[in-house]
């Protein structure tokens, strides 16, 4: 019972992050890439530097401005949800 729980919380999550625009899966890839808490095995200065290049490059505001993360639920709860 246990396992069919998490496999639904995993397409749960897939399906949060694909109906997501490539904006706010930059963010969360950003924000994974920043947090120890991911554990990710990859090169993450690498990766959060390309992320932060193309998010720069197709979103005005992240290149203008300080973003407050708040504005942006879908992407704050994907990532609650991979904790």
Not at 39 to 59: A, G, H, M, Q
């Amino acid at each position: 019972m246990i396992l069919v729980l998490e496999n639904e919380n995993v397409k749960n999550l897939i399906e949060i992050i694909d109906k997501m625009n490539m904006k706010d899966k930059l963010r969360l890839a950003i924000c994974m890439s920043q947090d120890k808490w991911s554990r990710l095995k990859f090169n993450t200065k690498e990766n959060y530097k390309k992320f932060d290049n193309i998010l720069k490059s197709i979103d005005e505001e992240y290149r203008t401005t300080n973003i407050n993360m708040v504005k942006y639920f879908n992407v704050m709860f994907a990532e609650t949800k991979l904790m």
